[in-house]
Every structure is written in C-alpha cells, then in structure tokens.
C-alpha cells in the first residue's frame, strides 16, 4: 500500500495524530515498566525457601512462668514443651527455632575470610540449631554432615566466654558456600562471624532462605547452638494433609500440660508465606488494573479517533470506492494509519520506558529494565491498535459508494 497519502493525510490532522501518538507512548512507557514490576513482585513471591513448607506448621508459645532471666528455667520449659509436641500424634519432627524464614524477625551476622579483615565479605543470617533442624525443616544437604552430638552448645554459656567463645561449626546454604568460596568445596573452609576464633564449614544444604531482608542477598548460615527463650518458635513436621489437625492437638496438648501456657501465634508456614507476601500481592494485582485500565483508555482513545476520521473523510472514502478500491483496501488503509501512530507512539514509549526505568533504579534500587520488555510492550500495543481501529475501519469499508458520493 502507498504510504505517501496516508502521511500526506496525517501531516493535515496534526493535533490529533500527536495525541494519539502521545497517549501510545505513555502507554508503552508504563506498561513496560509495569510488566517488569508485576514479574519482580511475582519472582519475589516465589522464591524457594529451602524448607519443607507444606509440612511445617508453627506455634510461638511461652509461659507465664517465664517472667525472669531464668536459663534454666527457659530452657526446662523449651524442653517440657518439646516433649509434649512430639509425643503428639502425626508429629514426625519437632525443634525449637529462634527464627523462620517469612518471620517479622531475623538474626544477622557479618561474615569475614580472615581475622583482620575490615570490611565483612557479606551478611548472613543465622539460624540456631536445638539438635534436629535439619530434618524437622526438611533441609537437603548437598555437601558435607550434619552436626555432631558433642558439637552443640547452649547460647548462655557461649556468651559467658565473650569473643573467645568459638562456634564449634557451620552449615550454611550453596549461594553462601559459592559467595565465600566460589569453585571450591566449601566443606572443611573456614570464615569468621562470632568472636574472634574462626567458624569450619561442616556441610552445605541446597537452599535455605532468609526469614526477610531479601535485598541483603541469600546468604544464611547454621550454628549448633541452643537458645531458650520465652516465645520461641516451635516447629512441627507433619503430613500435607494433617497439618491443621496436628496444629490442633499440638496446641490443646501444650495446654493441657502447662496451664500457664501463653500462644502468642499458631499456623501453618504456607499461611506465613501467604502473609509474608501479601502486599507484593497486592501490589501485583494493582499493576495489573492499571495495565488494564490505561490499555482500556489508550483503546478508546484510538477507536473514537479512527470514527472521528471516518466521518470526516467519508466523501474520501465514497470517491475511492467509486474508482474500483475494494473493502480490503479500505480496511487496509486505516490498519496502515494505525500501525504508523502507534509506531511512533512505541519509539516514543521504548524511550521514556528507559528513562522511567533509570529514575526507579535511582530512587529504589530496582534493577535495570530487561531489553526483551520493550519489544513485549511494543507487541501489546500494536496488538491493541489493530484491534481497536478494526471495528471503525470495517465500518468505513462497508460504505456504499452511491451513498458516499450524495453526501459530498
């Protein structure tokens, strides 16, 4: 098809085409952004945790016993409590964790390669092993063993030795492992964290995820050390399927045994996550509306300016009809004309969707914009464009020619 007419025609119509082409570019330019912030949200909210989460529930319980600094006192109710769990029945595994990943709460550590060094290598969190954690969140190690009987220590006593109190060993997860040690085995490694004796890796798992704070990297690490403290989290391993009935019984036994019990929260670790991501979600799904509504006004904004012309250039279109051009050619035309607006709009849009991004990376840290958004953004715009100046264009190649003619 010639093109010359169909610019000849726009360069007449000016004010309009510029805003078709403006509200195109700021369709793109958002809706590339948007597409890119709806899949960081959703990468987010799917990362792996390294734990058995279908199989996990969770009770934070103390009592009113506990009202003093008592070590002993804390660490015989823990170990009442943890009695009364697994003696419950469908418990597979029971332990007691200082933190779980999707918490509102996380322990962090610096963590060196040499004694002297100034500057941490990065910063980890640090889960506290009571005696089975591994096997009570279902880690996988994929290097290395689990702790041995004589290497766990009590949180209390290690903190009486100030910084020579040594942690006798590590687990910590591959993207660590990979970070301190990247191509070598990480077993048999040492690193630096607590006081100033360094710290031998024993063993690796595949993965295990922070309880929050995404944004200071993957890195988590696993000391055999026991803490007991009032609110402590007490996690159960059961079937899929048993665990609200465990959660249940779980907790009408802890009751049942110590009537000064105190349950601060109770539930499953998949309703954890599910709460952990709530206003990702949320923000997901505004994303979403706001990519449907601008698609939505930037689709009427192009189907009341194709009727607009179509009803102006009706004798246009009579007197080309009454040469011999066909409905096809009619249609073509106006598909043509849409397709080089919203071209224009797209080179625009790819531009300020570039600049936007650049401002984000500045203001919030996001990352930069992958190249293939643009062309997904372009796609979904000339999409848009071809089907909402399809039903004015139909409209126009169905005209007679006698009646366009007599309406000259």
């Not at 640090?126 to 096997?135: K, P, R």
């Not at 990376?361 to 996001?366: A, I, N, P, T, V």
Request: charged fraction near 20%; include cysteine; aromatic fraction near 8%.
């Amino acid at each position: 098809m010639e093109i010359r007419p169909i610019l000849s025609t726009l360069r007449r119509h000016k004010t309009a085409a510029a805003l078709i082409v403006i509200e195109i570019a700021l369709s793109c330019a958002i809706v590339c952004n948007a597409l890119f912030l709806i899949a960081e949200r959703l990468d987010r909210m799917h990362v792996p945790s390294g734990i058995a989460e279908d199989e996990l529930v969770r009770i934070q319980a103390a009592s009113l016993r506990q009202l003093g600094d008592d070590d002993e006192l804390n660490k015989s109710v823990a170990q009442e409590y943890l009695d009364v769990l697994r003696h419950v029945p469908g418990v597979v595994q029971a332990s007691v964790a200082t933190q779980i990943p999707f918490g509102n709460s996380s322990n962090n550590s610096g963590v060196r390669l040499t004694e002297d060094q100034q500057m941490s290598t990065l910063n980890a969190t640090v889960y506290m092993d009571d005696g089975n954690l591994l096997e009570t969140f279902g880690l996988r190690l994929i290097a290395g063993r689990d702790f041995t009987p004589g290497e766990y220590q009590e949180l209390a006593v290690l903190e009486k030795s100030g910084d020579e109190g040594k942690v006798p060993g590590a687990i910590i997860n591959r993207t660590m492992a990979e970070k301190l040690f990247p191509g070598q085995n990480a077993v048999g490694k040492s690193f630096y964290s607590w006081g100033n004796a360094s710290i031998p890796v024993v063993g690796v798992v595949e993965e295990l995820i922070r309880p929050n704070s995404f944004d200071q990297g993957q890195y988590s690490m696993i000391f055999p050390i026991r803490e007991y403290r009032p609110g402590v989290q007490y996690i159960l391993r059961t079937e899929p399927a048993r665990r609200a009935e465990v959660l249940k019984a779980a907790v009408d036994a802890l009751k049942r045994a110590d009537p000064n019990l105190l349950v601060v929260e109770q539930g499953t670790l998949s309703e954890l996550r599910a709460s952990f991501f709530e206003q990702d979600r949320s923000m997901a799904w505004m994303l979403v509306i706001v990519i449907v509504a601008l698609l939505v006004v930037t689709a009427l904004g192009i189907v009341g300016l194709a009727s607009f012309w179509v009803q102006q250039r009706t004798r246009q279109i009579g007197v080309r009809r009454a040469l011999g051009a066909t409905q096809g050619q009619i249609l073509r035309y106006f598909q043509t004309e849409n397709f080089l607006l919203a071209s224009a709009g797209i080179v625009v849009g790819m531009l300020l969707a570039f600049g936007i991004n650049q401002m984000l990376m500045g203001k919030y840290e996001l990352p930069r914009l992958p190249w293939y958004y643009l062309p997904t953004g372009a796609v979904v715009l000339w999409g848009l464009g071809q089907l909402s100046v399809l039903w004015p264009a139909r409209r126009a190649a169905a005209v007679p020619p006698a009646v366009a003619t007599r309406s000259a």
